[in-house]
């Protein structure tokens, strides 16, 4: 099979997305510079991106991010840049402040969030050009839970030592009072003896 002739397939469709998108996005440049722009060329619009973690983050864990401010397909510049996160659950609330790079309408912010699950997620975008502050409502993100830390497994148990049992007492009690019987039957025995002589 011809290799060149693959490359060939490959390329060709390539080049002709890249085509395709520049000459969206310059078709929505131009119509933002006519007259009479379309209406979103006026509005502002924030994209998140989380970087290598993907559409998620995990909870527990922070994980910069990086927001995009742009109006009309070219980034602008802003007073400040909020990201807020809200469970779902329970509607607890994180707010991460972000702060501005040199990068034209790029702010950066670093996000730990309490707990996993479904969260919304709202950017608030003040100052641009002066204006008010603009509420995006973005996407609801899934985050992950957080990472369970190893169990101790703690200081080893040290194996008891057998205890030989005790001798019962109950024998030795028997033993003692066998002893002491004898030692009577004995002394009694003396006795009679005795007076037997002493009769006598």
Do not use: H
Not at 83 to 100: H, K, M, N, W
Not at 138 to 167: C, F, M, W, Y
Request: with cysteine.
């Amino acid at each position: 099979m011809n290799l060149r002739f693959i490359g060939r397939r490959l390329v060709i469709p390539l080049v002709g997305s890249s085509m395709l998108l520049a000459a969206a996005a310059g078709s929505a440049l131009a119509k933002c510079e006519m007259p009479d722009p379309p209406a979103f060329c006026d509005e502002v619009v924030a994209s998140v991106d989380f970087g290598a973690t993907g559409a998620t983050i995990r909870a527990g864990s922070e994980t910069p991010v990086r927001i995009w401010v742009s109006r009309g397909e070219q980034p602008v510049e802003a007073t400040s840049v909020a990201l807020i996160f809200a469970r779902i659950a329970d509607g607890t609330v994180v707010r991460a402040e972000a702060t501005s790079s040199a990068e034209a309408g790029l702010w950066r912010a670093d996000v730990n969030l309490p707990a996993g699950g479904g969260w919304t997620l709202v950017a608030e975008v003040d100052g641009v050009d002066g204006g008010p502050l603009v509420r995006l409502n973005l996407d609801t993100l899934r985050v992950r839970e957080p990472l369970t830390p190893p169990q101790d497994p703690g200081a080893p148990v040290t194996p008891a030592t057998p205890i030989n049992p005790s001798t019962p007492a109950l024998p030795i009690a028997l033993l003692v009072a066998g002893i002491a019987a004898a030692a009577l039957a004995a002394s009694g025995l003396r006795d009679r003896t005795r007076r037997k002589a002493q009769a006598a």
